[in-house]
Each structure stands twice: as C-alpha cells, then as structure tokens.
C-alpha cells in the first residue's frame, strides 16, 4: 500500500500519494489543498478511511457520488451526445430526449436519486388517457438512459427496473384497418388542400414523421421515373430509401410547388392532426370503425398502401421491400387487409372438374355409347389374327402374332411372334 504525505519543492500545498493495492492502477497523487501538515494528516486519514469504505462496500464510488449531485438534464445530454457519435438516428434521439424530458419535468426528478419506480407509478396514475404501448413507450426509454447510467458508474443501479409493462388489450396494439378503393376516392373528394398528403401516403407508405420530414430536395419530379429519396435520418429502420411516384402523384405535389419554393422548405406545411384526419372521414362518411372493430386512423393510408400491393399480385417479397420492413410475417399478417383482398373471387381460378370429365368422356366413347376399342393391343393383350396377303401372285399365309412379345418362342395361348427376316424369304 501506498500512503504518503509530501510537499513539492517550491510549493506550500501538501499533496497525497494513495493506492491500497497493486490492482488499483495508477497512483492517486492529489492535492490536499492545506499547507499545514496536522491538517494534510487528518485528510490523509479521512481519505485512506474513505477508500477503505468504498471497497468494502458501505459507500459507493467517489465516481458515482459527484455524479449524483449533477443534474438529471446535464447527464441526459450526455447520452444523447454518446448515442449520436453511435451512430443512432436523429429521430430515436429525439423521442429519448422528449420523452426522458418529460419524466424529469413531470416527476419533479432533479437528480438521479429522485427517481424512483414509485414516482414514476404516480406519473401513470396521473395520465388516464395514455395508452399502453405509449406508456410502454416513456418507461422504455428511461430504462435505457438509466442503464447507460449504471454502466458508465453514474449510478448504482436502475430504478425502474422493477416497473412491469402495461399489457395491451389481447397482448398486442390496436387493430388498424386499411380503405377500400371507394373509401378513398371519397376521402380525397372532401380532403381539399389536405389532398396531396394523403394520396402521398396511401401511394408511397410513408410514415407520418417522414412525412413531416420530407423537403422539396428530396423529391425528383424531373427525372425520367419521379422518385422521393426517404433520408436515413427520417426513416424508422434508419436505412434510406427510393420510392417511385405514380403520375398522379406527381401532378399533385407540382400543383402545391410554387416557384420560389426553396429546395430546403418542407413539402407539407403540416400533417394534418388525428382530430382533423377524424373530421374528414366523418365527411366522407368513412365509419372511425368497422364492423370486426378495426380502427381507422392516419396510419390506415400505410396498411391501405400494403394491401393494395397484395390485391396488385405483388410477389410478397417485393412489397416487403416497399414497406420497407424486415420480418415479411409482418408486411402479411398486419400490413394486408384480408377482408379486401377478395378472398371470394379466388374460387374462379379452381379448375371445373365436371365439365373436364365430360369433354374426357366425349373422346373415349362411341357414338352408341360403347367404348371404342384401342388400335392395338399391349404387352400380352389378345392374339390378332392377320388375314391372307396376295404379293407378286404367291400366296404367304401370314402368322398370327400379340404386339409386345419380344422372344420368339411365343405370347399367350402358344402363338408364335413374327419373325421379320424370315417373312422376308418367304416372300
């Protein structure tokens, strides 16, 4: 063990030389701040003391102690500044930091030692109109600035770990249903100025958030085949993405472009709310849901883009790679409305078997209605007697023979097979 007082030639300041053990590493050579040596000794004492508490546990790290006096909102930036030299995508970060911000404001969290799994039940409790998958959604979060947190030694443990999820309704979310054809046409006939953005989502599948994200650069109306370019930082798998635009979509996003539109402008000035989505289905008559208690909400245009794919014949691959998805199961089972697939009319593909058997029956029957005897018989079938044969006024009797005997010994009943060669000498 290293333990030493001593005071640098030319200076008036005691310093401290520490280390309990080899394992520890470097030597701990600090200043004690006082130039009376009684009083460096007491701090001496106090510190050996100090570390001697950390390693046995009573206390925690000298580390984690000054963290737990910053505040809550200088650690967060932190992370944040860590996970975007990881390479996260600008909009993860931004749902960690409004949504940790929010807990922090909310909960009255100052410091990490406020946080606490009963503080953040009490936020719940207040927010009866949050729903579950949000809900899941804030803890999920904090969860992940907090173990950031433990493993960089700030704190020595997470608080929320022993918060349970909220179980959604049947252990899955919301069941969304997609627009059928006509649904749509009315939909965009009362959406006015509001137009553009829904055909933009129900023909491209994009998000809300890359929708609101979208600027005028991004989109190639000029090019040969018109195509968006999705940014990766707008994207929710953070990968970019190329998606072409129908004509008809085209003409529209060149109607709302005005001349001195600047390429850096956002193409939508708003996305409209759920409140104004709502009010326009009620104008078109559209139900908010259906019959199977299906709910229609924005992100109906994206499962509405899905199941128009798989009513196209897209191979299921291919519209997987238009969802942009990475688990096809998903782009199928969620993304494809199967009440408007026309499941029905796939029976017209069957083959008709009665009408099949009848066109059969037609070639193997007579005209009486007897079967038509085969040309010849096969593989040891009836002898077929052959009928006297006048060639060059000498008279052969030609020999009965069975098609199908190979050997010339004979078929059934002792006929004997023709022999060709000497046919021929006869003859």
């Known amino acids: 063990m290293i333990n030493t007082i001593y005071k640098p030639k030319g200076s008036r300041m005691w310093r401290l030389k520490l280390r309990l053990r ?12 006082t130039s009376d040596k009684q009083v460096a000794e007491k701090y001496r004492g106090e510190r050996l003391r100090q570390m001697e508490h950390e390693r046995a546990g009573f206390i925690p790290p000298k580390a984690t102690r000054d963290a737990a006096q910053r505040k809550l909102a200088d650690h967060l930036q932190d992370f944040l500044g860590d996970m975007r030299r990881r390479g996260k995508s600008e909009k993860y970060l931004s749902n960690i930091e409004y949504r940790v911000g929010k807990l922090i404001s909310d909960c009255s969290w100052s410091v990490a030692r406020d946080v606490t799994a009963d503080s953040f039940q009490a936020w719940l409790r207040g927010k009866q109109d949050l729903k579950d998958k949000t809900a899941n959604d804030y803890l999920e979060a904090a969860r992940c600035f907090f173990n950031w947190l433990v493993k960089l030694g700030r704190v020595g443990s997470n608080p929320l ?39 933009m989502a129900v023909q491209t599948g994009l998000r809300r958030s890359e929708l609101e994200a979208l600027k005028w650069a991004d989109l190639h109306l000029q090019a040969v085949t018109p ?14 993405a190329d998606i072409r635009l129908l004509p008809e979509l085209v003409s529209a996003l060149a109607e709302i472009k005005t001349d001195g539109t600047n390429t850096d402008e956002p193409v939508f000035k708003s996305i409209p709310r759920i409140e104004r989505f709502y009010r326009d289905l009620k104008k078109a008559g559209i139900p908010l849901q259906d019959t199977f208690g299906r709910k229609a909400v924005f992100h109906s245009l994206r499962h509405t883009f899905g199941t128009n794919l798989a009513r196209g014949g897209v191979a299921s691959r291919v519209a997987m790679a238009l969802m942009r998805h990475s688990d096809r199961r998903l782009t199928d089972k969620i993304y494809t409305d199967e009440n408007l697939l026309g499941t029905w009319s796939a029976f017209d593909h069957l083959p008709n078997f009665s009408e099949r058997a009848s066109q059969i029956a037609s070639q193997i029957l007579g005209a009486s209605g007897h079967l038509v005897s085969p040309a010849g018989t096969t593989s040891g079938g009836a002898e077929v007697n052959k009928t006297l044969a006048n060639i060059d006024e000498s008279h052969v009797l030609t020999l009965p023979g069975t098609t199908g005997h190979e050997k010339e010994n004979g078929g059934s009943g002792g006929a004997r097979t023709r022999n060709l060669c000497r046919d021929r000498a006869a003859l």
């Open 22 to 33: 080899p394992e520890d590493g470097k030597i701990q050579d600090v200043s004690l701040g």
């Open 161 to 199: 770990l022993s918060v349970e999820k909220a179980k959604t309704k049947d252990g899955k979310a919301d069941e969304v249903r997609a627009f059928s054809d006509d649904e749509m046409l009315r939909l965009l006939a009362v959406a006015g100025e509001r137009k553009t953005v829904y055909l």
């Open 227 to 240: 195509f968006v370019k999705v940014r990766a930082s707008t994207t929710k798998n953070g990968k970019p």
